[in-house]
């Protein structure tokens, strides 16, 4: 006898609010080369890439603003989809227990701020990482979603009730109530930009149309939500996969992270680097980032900033309310 999920059967037993049926509704199910010139344009432009935010220029004459931001999955990535091995949740654990301290250590001598996105059950586990984030007071605490969770498998509703747990934990656990969200493997769902647009967040982090940060526009409509773009040539995931096809050397990352960063200070833009603890603070890993911190103060002209100073100066410097 087959057994259901315990969350596809709640996903199930769920209906969607009427509010976000619309941000819900499914591309046709013909394919797409069948699709009308409607169908294209309405599913293309429900969440796209408005204005550019780029600012003159950045605080205090520097060329380029540069924001490392890290997503402290964890055990979450584990857990999310209900059937976790001990191995798995044993290298996720790694990340609270050796790899978070050893990277705040390293920003903390260099006094440079970042932004932790954090899954609110990486938090649940490990609560003692909100006194090594917030030690310096300088870093800032962003939503991740509540368990890592894809939100394309899951109802709308579901999906608000998940991202609202996850902001209010975070807030109780932090002292501070995050204004920016980025989505569990930057996934997406139709209902996640009004989800983020309801429950007030100031910037987004999870799209890829630039380099520069910019509006996010909902069905051709701004929405007053900055995009901090990302992408996966800048997210260490991919190339430090062991098990993959793709893995790199730390410093061959390195290269390409530096590579990216001298084309941001050349263009006087953005450079945002994603990264995860269980991932990049492992001892030969770590070596990546401290190349390209280096690189990076020996260059000079750069704003290190978190998302949220960078989200609120263009949006001050674009007269954005």
């Known amino acids: 006898m087959t057994r259901c999920h315990p969350l596809l059967v ?52 520097n060329r380029v603003a540069v ?7 964890n055990e979450s990535v584990a857990l999310r989809f209900g059937e976790p091995t001990v191995g798995a949740l044993s290298q996720g654990e790694y990340g609270a227990r050796v790899a978070l301290g050893r990277i705040v250590n390293l920003l ?3 006094r440079i701020p970042a932004s932790f996105f954090i899954p609110a059950v990486s938090l649940m586990l490990h609560p003692e990482m909100a006194d090594v ?18 939100n394309t498998q899951v109802p709308a509703d579901v999906e608000r009730d998940l991202v609202k747990r996850a902001l209010d934990y975070l807030t109780k656990v932090t002292g501070t109530r995050p204004v920016g969200y980025r989505a569990p493997s930057w ?6 930009l009004s989800i983020i647009r309801e429950l007030g967040f100031t910037y987004e982090s999870s799209m890829m149309s630039d380099d520069r940060p910019y509006e996010l526009l909902q069905d051709g409509q701004p929405t007053g939500i900055v995009e901090i773009p990302v992408e996966w040539i800048l997210d260490d995931a991919p190339l430090f996969n062991v098990q993959g096809a793709n893995y790199a050397s730390p410093r061959e990352v390195a290269q390409v992270w530096i ?30 980032l ?31 309310k």
């Open 259 to 288: 590579d990216e960063f001298d084309k941001a200070w050349e263009e006087r833009t953005m450079f945002v680097l994603t990264m995860h603890p269980h991932v990049s603070g492992h001892r030969s890993r770590i070596v990546a």
């Open 67 to 73: 924001l490392l931001s890290f997503d402290v999955d």
């Open 187 to 192: 996934n997406f769902s139709p209902a996640t």
């Open 108 to 110: 903390d001598r260099q």
């Open 290 to 320: 401290e190349l390209l911190l280096s690189h990076i103060r020996s260059k000079g002209g750069a704003w290190f900033a978190t998302h949220r100073q960078a989200a609120e100066y263009v949006k001050a410097q674009a007269g954005m």
């Open 133 to 150: 984030i917030k030690a310096s007071g300088v870093h800032e605490f962003a939503v991740h979603g509540w368990i890592h969770e894809m």
């Open 10 to 61: 709640l996903v199930s037993s769920l209906a969607v609010p009427m509010h976000l049926v619309g941000a819900q509704a499914q591309p046709p199910r013909k394919p797409a080369w069948e699709w009308s010139e409607d169908s294209i344009r309405k599913v293309v432009g429900a969440v796209r890439a408005g204005r550019s935010l780029q600012p003159r220029q950045w605080p205090d004459g």
